[in-house]
Each structure stands twice: as structure tokens, then as C-alpha cells.
Nanobody
Framework: QVQLVESGGDLVQPGGSLTLSCVVS????????MGWYRQAPGRQRELVAITSSLGSTKLADSVKGRFTISRDNAKNAVYLQMHSLKVEDTAVYYC????????????????WGHGTQVTVSS
């Protein structure tokens, strides 16, 4: 069983920065891709960024140039650095893992974290 624990969510002003962290424990060998999704009130959960163990990444168009995803395989952790935050980035951010980036974009996930709240407001 895989467990994910997110941290780093906070209230930040527009234009500010924030870094989210997620530590994964459990059946690690079955996991190749790690990433972040988000869900704003009244909206469906959407992809933010995914990275593979080989360093490939996929980012949503809405965050390209502002967000960066990275991972530390030794620590079984994935990070999301967010810059130039906008009010529309407000959402609960969920860490998730799967076998591949392609599989995750098709809705094939191994496990989810409980989420961390990011609020962008002045």
C-alpha cells in the first residue's frame, strides 16, 4: 500500500511563491510517475504537473513558465515550486503517483494524498 503526505499549502498574495512537498512511502518500486493535481471549488480535479523517474515532465498550459515540478528519488519525494501565483491558482492540491505519465493522464493512478490547501488572495 502506498501512502502520500503533502505539505506546504498556505495563504499567499497574488504574485507570491509557494513550494509544495509530498513524501511517498509504501510499495515504491511500482511507482514511476509522481505529480500534482488540483481541485478548485465547483470544478473538476485537473492536472497540474507530473514527472517520471527519468525526468520527463508534463505541465498544464496554465502553469507553464510559473510552476516547476521536481523529485528526489532518494527521499521518495516530489515538489511543486509555484511562482507568480494568481487568484485562479486557488485550490486543494493533491499529490498522486502512478506507473507512467501517459497512464496518469488517462486516469490511471496508484494512490492519492489527502490534499493541501493553497489560497491566493490579497
Amino acid at each position: 500500500q502506498v501512502q502520500l503526505v503533502e505539505s506546504g499549502g498556505d495563504l499567499v498574495q497574488p504574485g507570491g511563491s509557494l513550494t509544495l512537498s509530498c513524501v511517498v512511502s509504501g510499495s515504491i518500486p511500482s511507482i514511476n510517475a509522481m505529480g500534482w493535481y488540483r481541485q478548485a471549488p465547483g470544478r473538476q480535479r485537473e492536472l497540474v504537473a507530473i514527472t517520471s523517474s527519468l525526468g520527463s515532465t508534463k505541465l498544464a498550459d496554465s502553469v507553464k513558465g510559473r510552476f516547476t515540478i521536481s523529485r528526489d528519488n532518494a527521499k521518495n519525494a516530489v515538489y511543486l515550486q509555484m511562482h507568480s501565483l494568481k487568484v485562479e491558482d486557488t485550490a486543494v492540491y493533491y499529490c498522486t503517483v502512478g506507473r507512467s505519465i501517459f497512464g496518469m493522464t488517462r486516469g490511471e493512478f496508484t494512490s492519492w494524498g489527502h490534499g493541501t490547501q493553497v489560497t491566493v488572495s490579497s
